[in-house]
Each structure stands twice: as structure tokens, then as C-alpha cells.
């Protein structure tokens, strides 16, 4: 613990020689702005969202005050923007499997994001959206390196520390960075986006956790903090403690009551609903079930940031302040009688909006929901085919509600099934235990793409195939919907590091049967090897046609061989088989053993359930309700 600790102040200090924490950074001052009437609203002078850095009082700021024009945007210089961190491990993904189609569209997708790689400055290389969109947004791109990590960790780094340098002096991380850079050479300045005209730009805060998930990958082999990845968490820490400060300076809700405790926003561009009609008939600003969930997760990441520089203290404080924000979101927005979240008005006497929105799966990827909401959410709507269980599952407002609006063009969250939700499904769905749900989105997802060939940004959800997603064509190789159908796969079919735990899932789900929520239960399993290498090793999983089982082995040495249809857990470090996971949508009886130890372990494992190995025997860890959606 000391070593570690003293290796973090000499690296706070390494970080503040090269202006990685900015802590003089100039503040530009903003002079308090009058907005204009917007939805109603009377006329107010309120101070602007400036770089004033205060953390005392909330400001209830409208869209105007927001974003005043020399606050909408700065630029950064290559010079300007300081050392990239080196990256050591070499990390690399290898998939093999003898289904034709699902190979086809894996090969594709990875094509693809080769394709959006683009260097943004020298030695910044990026990976942007992808199908037209040539930028990087807070919603998505941090969240793509992450996934992009077990596959190339330079590129998931330049994710992160492009919006980490260029954060404004407040504590504002853009919603949008763009580059200068030409086609076949980098950029030589950046342009961070913090406004799009009167509206704020935050686009949903998708960075804090996938920032620390890339921290894990850049010392993912060995024991304890390098002075590189020290020097990043540390750099990330400042970074997180600023945005805290803005959120709690310029969106925390002065509203008394209910309210108190919760974060607000003006408008949908503060959660990345572009051309969203979520807010018609109501009037702003709203008490957000996105924005709690981002102070809520900020503050998890913080603590995760804690635990790896070895502050045992800070990471309690954060647990604590993460645990306050979540109880007060409950409190304000959650209605037990509904199962879902609402946001609402933040005037006296405000109305709910009574929406229902796929905005709480977005809560659950954050993880601000406590376990027996998640299981209300999931079972009264997210499994409803009435509302989000369609042909083509999550559209972005249950099909049921009257502002769901289907057949829109491209780049619409009012009603099509959108590409970063899929993305993002995987982590939501996780988080509680929803295991077998994940492998039939999989299923989906996988199903649509081996038809159409295409990686589109949207779907229609009313048609099994997906199509057609609007009056506009979605494009090819759009990066949510191609890193996707890469988890899924990885969480189906493959081997999957989870930096939460410092644990591998190695994962050979039974196959969906196509047009149905069932699986095929008895059906001949394909064939699939699936090779992640993390620095000087390689764990490959190989599941075979006739044996009815797949095995795990490290560097080649066997693991484990199991019975198909489950997951196996291993810890990282030792390789020790900790636990095995329902992932299919039916029992599956099994038949585990363990090389290490020479133990057979059997019984039976559920859907939605998750088991530890005590010697030869399963113990239930967590059991989730499952029920098919239909």
C-alpha cells in the first residue's frame, strides 16, 4: 500500500509537469446572460453556465444561459494537449466458428471499425461512430474504446483522453470533439463542442466508466499499478472530481422536496435524444433520470478509481456518495406502482412525463437502479412485446405509448430501434443478472445483421428483419451497432475480461432459434474457437460440434471442459474456475471439470442464475426470474 501510494504522488506530480491536471488552467468568465421565453417560461436573468468553478449554489440555467456563444466551443492544439500515454500490452481477439452468416458479419464488423479508426492529432489515434459520422461524441466513443480495448489499446486510450484534454476549466466535458485532420494524415488542432446553438451538448455521459474500464486494460497483467497507468488514473481522478463539480454546480435541482437530491436538464441533447419528441405537451427544465444517473455512476467510478490507486477511504466516501444520489433518484422519479422511471417538471407542482422511455435500460447500464427495480423494469415492460419486446426488440419508447412515432428517417429516438441501445443493452442487462436476455438479443441482433449484411445506425421495431429503419438509408459499419454485435458475440460465444472483477467469462450459449425468443434446445451447436490475448497470454475457448462441450485453456494449458449452454468464470490472475452463469433460456444440465484441481462438478443450472464453485459443488449466488418474452 505504500509503495503504491508513494508512486501516486510522485506521478501527481509527473502528471502536473506536463499540464496533464491543468490545475491553473486560465478560466474564462462569462457574463450573466437574459433568457428569453422558452416553452412557456417566464423571462429570468439567471448567472450564465460560465467557467466560474463554483460549487455552492445549483443554477438553473435554461438553454440560453447554458451556452452563451464564447463558451460554445474551444480549441485545443496538438502542443496544447500534452504526452500520450504509451501502451505496452499487446491485447488481440481471434473468432472462428463454423456458422457462415454469424462469421460474415463478425468479419465485417471488425473491417469496419478498422475503418473508423482516424488520427485526431499525432499519436492521438481514434476510433469515431462510423456510417458518416466522422467525429467523437461523449455517448458513445468512450464507451467504443472500452469494447475496442481487448483489440486495440491505443485507440481505446485516444477515446478517453479526448475528451479527458479537453474538458472545459469548469468541469464540462464536451458532447462532441471534432479534428482538422485530412484524410491519411492527423490532425493539428481539436475542436471541443460544448453547446449545439441555445441547447447544451452534453450528448449522455458515457466516459466515466468506460475510462476506468481502459485504466484496467493498460495494467490488465500485472499485480499492482504501473507508473503509466497511475499517472492516467490520476489524470482521470481530476477529471471526474471537475465534472462532480459542474454537475453539482450547474444541474443539481434547487427544487425542495421530492426533488432535492436529483439532477436536472433542458433538453434531450443532454442525453443524446436527437430529434426526440420524449418532451412535447411539457415545459423545462425536467428532474433527469440520465442526469442522476450520470452523477451516479461518476461517483462509482470514482470509487473504482480509488480501489486501484489503493485509497480504501476514498473509495468509501464515493460508495457513500454514489449510494445518496441513488436513493434520492428512487425517491423522485422511480414509481413502484409502474415499474419505471419517469422524469418530471421541476416547477412547483411539475407534471410527470409520462413517457415511457427505453431511457431506463440507459439507467441500468449506469447502474443507479437497485436490483428489485431492475426486475420490475425488465419484467413488466422490457420483456412486454406490447412495449419493448417488439420484432425487433427496444425501440426507443415503448410501441404502445402515444409518443412513439415509427417509420422515422436516420438519427431519431422517438420510436426506431437504435443501434448505441443495442451497445449499450449488454452492460444494462448484465449489471442484474439478466443473463439468458442477453443471449437472445444476441440472437437477434446477429440474425438481422447475417440478412441484411449491414451494420445500419437504426431499426424498425415492428419488423423482424428490422427493415426498413426509415424514410432515410442507416449506412454501414455505424460503430455502436458493429461493437454490438462484438459483445454479444464475445458474451454468446466467447471469452469476455470483465475489469469489474479482474475475472474472464468465458461464455457457449445454447442458439436462438431465428423469428422467436426460444432457443434451440436440442439443435446441433455450431462450431467456435475464440482466442483473447492480454499481454503475454492467450486464453482460448473451443467449443465443439459433436462433443456437447467446450473447453478453456490458458497459453494452451487446459482449464476446464464443460457442458455447452452455461458460462464459466475464472479469475484472471490464477485462472481458478471461481463460478459458473445461466446463460440460455432453458436449464442446462452440466458436467464441469476442472483440470487444476482434477474435480467434476454437476448439476443443474438455470436461466438467470449464478453459482460459485465450493470444491465440487454449485452454490447459488444470485438468482434473477426469467420468464420468455412472449
Known amino acids: 500500500?505504500?509503495?503504491?501510494?508513494?508512486?501516486?504522488?510522485?506521478?501527481?506530480?509527473?502528471?502536473?509537469?506536463?499540464?496533464?491536471?491543468?490545475?491553473?488552467?486560465?478560466?474564462?468568465?462569462?457574463?450573466?446572460?437574459?433568457?428569453?421565453?422558452?416553452?412557456?417560461?417566464?423571462?429570468?436573468?439567471?448567472?450564465?453556465?460560465?467557467?466560474s468553478g463554483s460549487t455552492e449554489?445549483?443554477?438553473?440555467?435554461?438553454?440560453?444561459?447554458?451556452?452563451?456563444?464564447?463558451?460554445?466551443?474551444?480549441?485545443?492544439?496538438?502542443?496544447?494537449?500534452?504526452?500520450?500515454?504509451?501502451?505496452?500490452?499487446?491485447?488481440g481477439v481471434q473468432f472462428s466458428t463454423s456458422d457462415a452468416d454469424l462469421?460474415?458479419?463478425?468479419?465485417?464488423?471488425?473491417?469496419?471499425?478498422?475503418?473508423?479508426?482516424?488520427?485526431?492529432?499525432?499519436?492521438?489515434?481514434?476510433?469515431?461512430?462510423?456510417?458518416?459520422?466522422?467525429?467523437?461524441?461523449?455517448?458513445?466513443?468512450?464507451?467504443?474504446?472500452?469494447?475496442?480495448?481487448?483489440?486495440?489499446?491505443?485507440?481505446?486510450?485516444?477515446?478517453?483522453?479526448?475528451?479527458?484534454?479537453?474538458?472545459?476549466?469548469?468541469?464540462r466535458l464536451p458532447g462532441m470533439v471534432t479534428t482538422n485532420a485530412k484524410a491519411g494524415s492527423p490532425g493539428t488542432a481539436l475542436t471541443a463542442e460544448y453547446c449545439m446553438g441555445p441547447q447544451s451538448l452534453l450528448q449522455g455521459q458515457y466516459f466515466a466508466l468506460p475510462a476506468v474500464d481502459v485504466g484496467w486494460f493498460m495494467n490488465v497483467t500485472r499485480p499492482r499499478p504501473t507508473t503509466v497507468t497511475v499517472q492516467y488514473l490520476t489524470e482521470l481522478a481530476g477529471v471526474l472530481e471537475r465534472f462532480d463539480g459542474w454537475l453539482r454546480s450547474h444541474r443539481a435541482s434547487p427544487a425542495p422536496g421530492k426533488l432535492a437530491g436529483t439532477f436536472f436538464l433542458w433538453s434531450p441533447t443532454d442525453?443524446?435524444?436527437?430529434?426526440?419528441?420524449?418532451?412535447?405537451?411539457?415545459?423545462?427544465?425536467?428532474?433527469?433520470?440520465?442526469?442522476?444517473?450520470?452523477?451516479?455512476?461518476?461517483?462509482?467510478?470514482?470509487?473504482?478509481?480509488?480501489?486501484?490507486?489503493?485509497?480504501?477511504?476514498?473509495?468509501?466516501?464515493?460508495?457513500?456518495?454514489?449510494?445518496?444520489?441513488?436513493?434520492?433518484?428512487?425517491?423522485?422519479?422511480?414509481?413502484?406502482?409502474?415499474?419505471?422511471s419517469f422524469d418530471i417538471e421541476t416547477a412547483p407542482n411539475g407534471k410527470v412525463v409520462d413517457v415511457l422511455m427505453h431511457n431506463n435500460l440507459r439507467c441500468m447500464w449506469h447502474g443507479i437502479f437497485d436490483q428489485p427495480m431492475a426486475e420490475a423494469f425488465v419484467a413488466k415492460h422490457l420483456r412486454n412485446p406490447a412495449e419493448f419486446w417488439t420484432a425487433f426488440p427496444l425501440p426507443s419508447i415503448a410501441v404502445?405509448?402515444?409518443h412513439y412515432a415509427p417509420g422515422l428517417p436516420r438519427n431519431n429516438w422517438s420510436g426506431p430501434a437504435e443501434g448505441l441501445t443495442y451497445q449499450r443493452a449488454v452492460r444494462a442487462l448484465e449489471n442484474y443478472g439478466f443473463h439468458a436476455e442477453v443471449t437472445l438479443l444476441g440472437g437477434k441482433l446477429a440474425e438481422v445483421?447475417?440478412?441484411?449484411?449491414?451494420f445500419p445506425q437504426q431499426w424498425n421495431p415492428q419488423a423482424w428483419d428490422g427493415i426498413p429503419a426509415g424514410a432515410a438509408a442507416s449506412g454501414d459499419c455505424y460503430g455502436p451497432a458493429l461493437l454490438a454485435l462484438l459483445e454479444f458475440t464475445s458474451h454468446t460465444h466467447g471469452v469476455k475480461p470483465r475489469p469489474a472483477d479482474s475475472t474472464l467469462l468465458w461464455s457457449d450459449a445454447l442458439p436462438v432459434e431465428p423469428h422467436s425468443a426460444a432457443v434451440h434446445a436440442t439443435a446441433p451447436a455450431t462450431r467456435a474457437t475464440y482466442t483473447q490475448q492480454l499481454g503475454a497470454h492467450a486464453w482460448t475457448l473451443a467449443a465443439g460440434e459433436s462433443t456437447g462441450t467446450f473447453?478453456?485453456?490458458?497459453?494452451?494449458?487446459?482449464?476446464?471442459?464443460?457442458?455447452?449452454?452455461?458460462?464459466?468464470v475464472t479469475a484472471l490472475e490464477s485462472s481458478t474456475v471461481v463460478g459458473v452463469v445461466g446463460i440460455s433460456t432453458v436449464p442446462v444440465a452440466i458436467r464441469l471439470v476442472v483440470h487444476a484441481s482434477g474435480r467434476t462438478i454437476t448439476g443443474t443450472v438455470d436461466p438467470n442464475t449464478e453459482y460459485a464453485v465450493d470444491g465440487s459443488t454449485l452454490v447459488v449466488t444470485r438468482r434473477v426470474p426469467f420468464a420468455p418474452p412472449v
Open 1 to 51: 500500500m505504500g509503495r503504491v501510494t508513494a508512486l501516486v504522488v510522485a506521478c501527481v506530480a509527473a502528471a502536473r509537469a506536463h499540464g496533464q491536471l491543468a490545475p491553473n488552467r486560465q478560466q474564462q468568465q462569462h457574463a450573466p446572460l437574459t433568457a428569453f421565453p422558452h416553452s412557456g417560461r417566464p423571462t429570468a436573468t439567471a448567472t450564465a453556465d460560465s467557467d
Open 57 to 91: 449554489s445549483p443554477q438553473t440555467d435554461s438553454p440560453q444561459i447554458a451556452c452563451p456563444n464564447q463558451a460554445a466551443t474551444e480549441e485545443f492544439t496538438a502542443a496544447a494537449f500534452g504526452p500520450i500515454y504509451p501502451t505496452s500490452d499487446s491485447v
Open 103 to 171: 462469421q460474415r458479419s463478425y468479419d465485417h464488423a471488425i473491417q469496419c471499425e478498422l475503418g473508423n479508426g482516424k488520427e485526431f492529432l499525432p499519436g492521438l489515434a481514434n476510433v469515431v461512430e462510423g456510417a458518416g459520422y466522422g467525429n467523437v461524441w461523449l455517448e458513445t466513443q468512450p464507451m467504443a474504446g472500452a469494447m475496442w480495448a481487448v483489440r486495440n489499446l491505443t485507440q481505446a486510450l485516444a477515446n478517453q483522453l479526448v475528451f479527458m484534454r479537453t474538458q472545459r476549466a469548469d468541469g
Open 271 to 340: 442525453w443524446g435524444g436527437d430529434n426526440s419528441d420524449v418532451y412535447r405537451g411539457y415545459t423545462a427544465p425536467f428532474a433527469s433520470m440520465d442526469m442522476a444517473a450520470y452523477a451516479y455512476s461518476n461517483a462509482h467510478a470514482r470509487s473504482r478509481v480509488a480501489t486501484m490507486l489503493g485509497n480504501a477511504t476514498a473509495a468509501a466516501h464515493w460508495d457513500g456518495v454514489a449510494a445518496t444520489i441513488a436513493v434520492a433518484f428512487k425517491r423522485a422519479l422511480w414509481s413502484e406502482a409502474r415499474g419505471a
Open 400 to 402: 404502445n405509448d402515444p
Open 449 to 454: 445483421v447475417n440478412r441484411s449484411g449491414t
Open 551 to 568: 473447453t478453456g485453456s490458458r497459453d494452451g494449458e487446459p482449464l476446464f471442459g464443460c457442458t455447452r449452454g452455461v458460462r464459466v
